[in-house]
């Protein structure tokens, strides 16, 4: 079920209504049941899917503690627990990857090697949850979080409607313990919630949906257009993935507090870094720490030599790009980043000084944009080609109303760098604020683009 669609505008407040009806006790049950059915509105049977990785991380939860004692029947069951559930994502999002580069790379060697492609979809936000039940486990592993012993509640905690797509990714430490905890009906918690809807769908429907517009007739045909408008296209790229993934990190904050329950941040204006490590804490920040938790530290982090930590940092990178699809462009994607803050490691280190630099962070960001964008080699090729040589006639054109709405996000996302839209809502006059959210809402209303696209992420 996708946030901004009139299904979801039944579902939420039926969801809601219902969560503070009943008795603490069984609003797991009506949240859970709620939650497969929000995953099932897409490919009802893979639902099945997150059944497997839901009992074998459940089971592996309890075994572990049982065997608290036992370290090397612990670790067993910490490494079947991560390759059952990394399997069930290499099969559906990686194996036929594997199986075509396979045959290509026979080929080109003289073998007739034959081709093994499963006609398969890849579930909606498989890396996500994937990724949020290994957390689990870890800590599991580590003795920072008790295993789950009421099955419905780990299975909510994987299956929690407002973040299962496409995230933020939480952890058990903070989402697991606020569904066991009651929470009663709070005026903050409902005003501040339906505020981060409202923005979150703002932000989709307004600011990314119609920038996606533009910027798929530049990538569909490049040599259509000039270098300037290449250029421009690429830039709103960056504003349309990041209103994009913004925006539903937001509503899905936003439908998850106004049951009461705080989900991780996921940006924090990351355009306004002033270096790509700068950025990385600020984007996808589930996700970034994520990687730094369970991949980076365990490596050795930053505590080792500097060529191993060059190594460290290329394969935490790279793994964050293959995390994102199956495809060899966004392999190249995460690889730059390694790079990229390798040589900001040198100049910080030679010139004893932390990097300030905004501008040409964020236009390293757009340029590594337009690799994840492109959807292979030749399509990139032929972006940086028609970018190199131009000459095209058309030109990108859009109403006034769509410029206005990214002017808007630009501000609003100066304005509020470190601080969530909601909190900063609460700071303003009572009619600066009606004022905002009649903006909005007349925005959403009178120019949300006649293309419904889905969520970006909804891909990973």
Known sequence: MLFNTIEFMLFFP??????????????WLMLLIASCVFYMWFIPKYIFILLVTIVIDYSAGLLMEKWKEEPSRRRLCLIVSIVSTCMVLFIFKYLNFCSENLVALAQKLGFNHPSHV??????????????QSLSYVIE????????????????????????????????????????HEKHSLQYNNIVNGLRLILFGLFLKMVVADNLGTMVDKVYA???????????????LYSFQIYGDFFGYSSIALGCALVMGISLIDNFRSPYLSG?????WRRWHISLSSWFRDYLYIPLGGNRVSFPRWMINTMIVFVVCGIWHGANWTFMLWGAAYGVLLIIEKIITDKTGRRLSLHIPTFILVTLLWS???????????????????GGGNEHLSADLSVWIALVMFIILDIVLRNTRFDIWCMRLKTPLRWFIYAVMIFAIIAFSSVEQYPFIYFQF
């Open 275 to 279: 270096s790509i490590k700068e950025f």
């Open 118 to 131: 499963l006609n398969i979809a890849l579930p909606i936000g498989l890396s996500f949850h994937t990724f």
């Open 371 to 389: 690799i994840f964008r492109a959807p292979t080699f030749s399509a990139l090729k032929d972006l940086y080609s028609a970018l190199l040589h």
């Open 221 to 235: 045909s490049p040599h259509n257009f000039s270098r300037l408008d290449i250029l421009l296209s690429m830039v």
């Open 140 to 179: 599991v592993y580590r003795g920072t979080q008790k295993a789950e012993r009421h099955f419905g509640y780990y299975a909510l905690y994987v299956m929690f409607y407002p973040q299962l797509v496409t995230g933020p990714i939480e952890r058990p430490n903070n989402l697991l313990r606020q569904l």
């Open 14 to 27: 039926i969801v809601t209504l219902l969560y503070y009806l009943l008795p603490h006790n069984w609003r």
